[in-house]
């Protein structure tokens, strides 16, 4: 897990709400992005039977009626929906230190 910790003390209960709701923001577009992208991937699992990743794992273009285009177009949408899960597993992993800030009543 990564943390973030804000310095110096003072303000930063500020600026890591700041960071959270940014932080929060952003998970909600990704998880919006990635739910698009896989909704572009469903019709090519369709229409070739197939999942995406058995498509990347043991396809090429040769094997799709359209040849590169399709290929093409699939490869980059399951490549896109990856990187999507992958920014959204780091920011998953975010963690916050609180345990400096001066709160004030």
Known sequence: MMTLSIEPAHRSGEVLNLIRAAVENEIAKLELALKLARRR????????????????????AEDL????DG???WAGEYKLMLRLREKL?????????DSGILYSD
């Open 41 to 60: 991937l469903t019709p090519f699992e369709r229409k070739y039977g197939v999942s995406s990743e058995y498509f990347i794992a043991e396809m090429a």
């Open 65 to 68: 009626e359209d040849s590169d």
């Open 71 to 73: 290929y093409v177009s």
């Open 89 to 97: 597993d780091r920011l998953g992993e975010l963690g916050y230190d």
